[in-house]
């Protein structure tokens, strides 16, 4: 019997698109221009503000295993170091934003013109993160005391963020000048506090946690 091979189907060839008048319009990543304007600085500091209180709490919930120092034996947490580094970070964030602001980078375009002065939104920026820290600190400090380990590393972490703070505060003062006299204004309006003094309150709150923690570790050995 004799069989016949099938023939390969075949396709009509599609004829190729001709391109676009707008090429650009068809590639599927926003141009530049779509982008979103930067917000405002007082819509800034508003978020700026409420992200700072948000990792404020997250650092103080945060699961924290124990350590101990090799120098001095004492037992502590890293939660000294995950408060600073939230300070550094949103710093940076701000110093960012600011420069975008200046015209500094290539999406800044129309925000030359913008009326607003860099000390005050840097300020309140300071101003947002302290008051963060100090909120939370109250809230969650007795959440930390929760057995003797607990107490002793409390009032490590707590005395270690004084000393911290205090040399953070010179630091800020050598890189921010003017900072200390920003605010001033905004004191007498709308109950505005000056970043020195919620930097000095915070420093006073560590140094008073400090003592609290280890008087609260006598009630887990008497």
């Known amino acids: ?14 004829a190729e698109s ?11 990543w926003p141009s530049p221009e779509s982008f979103p304007l930067l917000p405002d600085p007082k819509k800034f500091l508003l978020s700026f503000c409420s992200t700072a209180s948000e ?3 997250n650092i103080y ?6 350590h101990i120092l090799p120098a001095s034996g004492a037992i502590t947490t890293n939660l000294c170091e995950d408060v600073m580094y939230l300070i550094s970070a949103q710093i940076d964030a701000a110093e960012e934003y600011l420069a975008v602001m200046r015209g500094k980078t290539s999406l800044s375009s129309g925000y ?15 101003y947002g993160i302290l008051h963060a820290l100090y909120c939370r600190q109250i809230r969650f400090r ?14 490590n972490d707590f005395d270690r963020l004084m000393d911290r703070m205090e040399g953070w505060a010179s630091d800020i003062g050598a890189r921010y000048p003017l ?25 006073l709150l560590y140094a008073a946690d400090a003592s ?5 570790a006598h009630w887990f050995v008497f």
């Not at 001709?18 to 599927?28: K, V």
């Not at 919930?61 to 124990?66: F, G, K, N, T």
């Not at 030359?112 to 300071?126: F, G, L, T």
């Not at 007795?142 to 009032?155: F, K, N, V």
């Open 112 to 126: 030359q013109d913008c009326e607003y002065e860099e000390d005050d939104v840097r300020a309140e920026a300071v």
């Open 55 to 57: 990792l404020a709490r």
């Open 179 to 203: 900072l200390q006299l920003v605010g001033k204004e905004q004191s007498e309006q709308a109950g505005f506090v000056p970043p020195q003094r919620e930097l000095s309150d915070l420093v």
């Open 1 to 14: 019997m004799e069989t016949t091979s099938a023939s390969p189907v075949s396709f009509p060839a599609q």
């Open 142 to 155: 007795d959440a930390l005391l929760i057995d003797l380990e607990g107490c002793c590393a409390a009032a």
């Open 212 to 216: 609290y923690a280890a008087r609260a």
């Open 61 to 66: 919930i945060a699961d924290r295993p124990l």
């Open 18 to 28: 001709p391109p676009t008048a707008n090429a650009e319009a068809d590639w599927p």
